[in-house]
């Protein structure tokens, strides 16, 4: 193996891995000189080995979720070369890694926690065959897995409107679970509400006012570390304070006849009070400083008797029991009126206002307002219980059969007198909502509380334009001023009258209603919004229950008027008679006249008594109504010359009279020759 020239050892290549077990060689060297003695000398040589081989590692992450089981894979680490043994020398201290000789790291406990600790660096060595050893540094992160469950269900919670800053708004918020942090992250826009770390939702500052709100719907969160976050809807209701007084209060009639009697009813009174929900007829009214005039319940009367013909001014309040309104002024005129005019008939039953009646209700009290000298009820199928010369009519419903049932009362006053006839629909069952505007529909249906509309149709009304008078049903309607002509129909049949609906035009959309609380000799002005715009060649016609269907008779103190608009109200101007297309109906009916349908028709005319009852109908009439004689309204075909009609430019009826007047100079001039 060795070799020596001169002063050089040679050694010969020998692999380290063969003599692996034996790494060394003693080699003895003899030094010789003439002369000399010889010296020899061992040497030792020790052979070093070559790493031929190379392995290599990186550092690397790898990641496990908490409380994972023992034996779980972590992962396999990525080496190069041929790698014979893998170690964690270092970062292992509570033994909770291992790693096998295929560098796939395990989980060796099953405690890992990541609330405790959220990774480890762990000092991995990697060993090879004649290569030398590398080491890395392998992070290991610890999944969090969320070991708590939270939740949450909507909720509502009420406050007062007037509740101050920091009001605990009912009890803090029902969860479970851990929870670390409450937080509102919508719905409160403008920021009335706080919620602190247990839930107890506050009052953030003031201004809740139920009148411009009356809920806020939050969302809020709840949130843990070691939870999934959960929301849900939290319903703030506000309550209303009664912390407004009542306002506009409203007179349904302003006089009163000469020498009206005390007690005398002037009017029923009602008022808006917005944040209570006591009806209007309930509330306290009370004149100020005034002894001509008294109030009872809602209803003002004569307190001492008016003997000369003169306005009377008064102050009402109305109180709701905690605010009292400002005084209102009110007018009353004392007038001379030689015919009593029944203004309203008032009826009640167990505290509700209407004319649908309960055959289980009780007594029912038809009250007349009306000041006359003598009061004549008359009725054929009810018993008045209140037998005196009474301005009241009361009976008992209960053996009496449902349907529809008629009291007239005729009052007299210095030889003058008028009637009126009101009709009642008394059912088997209880009556479920008060009528407490008494326009003859049930307030859970009535769109309105106005006096001077009522529903007609979808989205339309029959308005009165008149002051002081009131718009009702008509008796044929229920729950709309607009009906059919089966409707009508029905109502004949139901109320055993004779069928005198039927008639040869095509009857269109039907009118039924009532205007109450008009002086003598004066007219009702009503407005309909049209559910179906006026057709090409239409007709309006009457309808009343003695004379079935004629037309609408137009003169002096009957008018038809016609306009397009959205809004009836609005300050178009008018067009005398139906246009085409027109979608408001604007008529003028003279109380007991050819159009008022009340009464027995005498003259076919209604009577004076300050209501007119009008049912009408917008028609196209057939061939068979066109050129007949006809009468002086609307209908009855040929010909209708209408002087107050807007000027039109009529080509054929020009061409009509050149071509007459050019005859007329052919002929002339015949004669001539």
């Not at 000189?33 to 080995?49: F, H, M, P």
């Not at 009174?269 to 008294?294: G, M």
Request: net charge negative; charged share 20%.
């Amino acid at each position: 193996k060795f070799t020596l020239n001169g002063t050089t050892l040679t050694f010969a290549a020998t692999d380290f891995e063969a003599r692996a077990d034996d790494n060394t060689y003693e080699v003895e060297i003899t030094a010789s000189k003439t002369g000399e003695d010889n010296a020899i000398q061992t040497i030792i040589v020790t052979l070093n080995n070559i790493f031929e081989n190379t392995v290599t590692i990186n550092d690397q992450a790898l990641s496990v979720d908490e409380n994972a089981s023992i034996d779980d894979n972590i992962g396999t680490l990525v080496t190069t070369g041929t790698v014979t043994a893998f170690t964690i020398s270092t970062g292992n201290d509570n033994g909770f890694f291992k790693i096998n000789n295929t560098g796939r790291i395990q989980v060796a406990r099953t405690d890992l926690d990541y609330e405790t600790k959220q990774s480890y660096a762990l000092t991995v060595k990697i060993e090879g065959d004649d290569a030398k050893d590398e080491t890395a540094q392998i992070t290991i992160t610890i999944n969090n897995l969320l070991e708590n469950t939270l939740a949450i269900a909507d909720q509502t919670r009420s406050v007062e409107e007037s509740a101050i800053t920091d009001t605990n708004i009912g009890a803090p918020l029902i969860t479970t679970g851990t929870i670390t942090t409450f937080s509102i992250t919508a719905g409160n826009d403008k920021n009335f509400f706080k919620i602190d770390n247990i839930g107890q939702i506050q009052v953030a500052k003031t201004g809740l006012d139920y009148e411009t709100k009356q809920s806020y719907t939050l969302t809020v969160k709840i949130e843990d570390a070691d939870a999934e976050d959960k929301t849900a809807q939290i319903n703030i209701e506000i309550t209303d304070v009664d912390d407004i007084a009542p306002t506009n209060i409203v007179l349904t009639h302003n006089n009163i006849t000469l020498n009206a009697p005390i007690g005398t009813i002037i009017g029923t009174l009602s008022a808006t009070d917005i944040d209570t929900d006591i009806d209007t007829k309930d509330l306290t009214y009370s004149v100020v400083n005034n002894t001509n005039f008294e109030i009872t319940g809602n209803q003002l009367k004569v307190k001492t008797t008016p003997s000369t013909i003169a306005t009377l001014n008064l102050n009402i309040t109305a109180s709701d029991g905690t605010n009292t309104s400002t005084p209102q002024a009110f007018t009353i005129a004392v007038i001379d009126n030689n015919t009593p005019i029944i203004k309203q008939f008032i009826v009640t039953q167990d505290g509700n206002n209407g004319r649908l009646i309960s055959k289980n209700g009780g007594d029912v009290t038809v009250q007349a307002v009306v000041s006359a000298s003598s009061y004549t009820w008359d009725s054929s199928s009810l018993t008045n219980k209140n037998s005196g010369n009474s301005t009241t009519f009361v009976f008992d419903p209960t053996n009496i059969n449902s349907g529809t049932h008629a009291i007239k009362l005729k009052v007299e006053a210095n030889s003058n007198y008028s009637e009126r006839t009101l009709q009642l629909k008394l059912i088997a069952e209880s009556v479920t909502s008060n009528d407490s505007d008494g326009d003859g529909i049930p307030d859970d249906k009535d769109t309105s509380n106005a006096n001077n509309k009522i529903q007609a149709g979808e989205g339309k009304a029959i308005i009165s334009t008149i002051t002081d008078a009131k718009i009702l049903l008509g008796v044929m309607g229920e729950y709309s001023g607009q009906l059919t002509l089966d409707q009508v129909k029905g109502y004949l049949a139901a109320n055993n009258l004779t069928n005198n609906a039927n008639n040869a035009s095509t009857i269109g959309d039907i009118y039924d209603y009532v205007v109450e609380g008009l002086g003598a000799t004066t007219f009702a002005e009503v407005i309909i919004e049209l559910s179906t715009a006026i057709p090409a060649a239409a007709e309006l016609y009457k309808y009343s229950l003695v004379n079935g269907w004629s037309g609408f008779v137009t003169n002096d103190d009957n008018t038809i008027k016609s306009k397009t608009s959205e809004t009836c109200t609005d300050n178009s101007p008018w067009e005398i008679g139906l246009f085409t297309g027109a979608t408001c109906l604007k008529l003028t009916i003279k109380d007991g006249g050819e159009n008022d349908t009340d009464g027995n028709q005498v003259n076919n005319k209604g009577q004076v008594n300050g209501v007119v009852e009008s049912t009408v109908s917008i028609v196209i009439p057939t061939p068979s109504d066109i050129g007949g004689s006809g009468d002086s309204g609307s209908g009855g075909g040929g010909c209708v010359y209408n002087p107050n009609a807007p000027a039109r430019f009529d080509m054929g009826f020009i061409l009509l009279m050149v071509l007459g007047a050019y005859y007329l100079l052919r002929r002339k001039r015949r004669l001539i020759r």
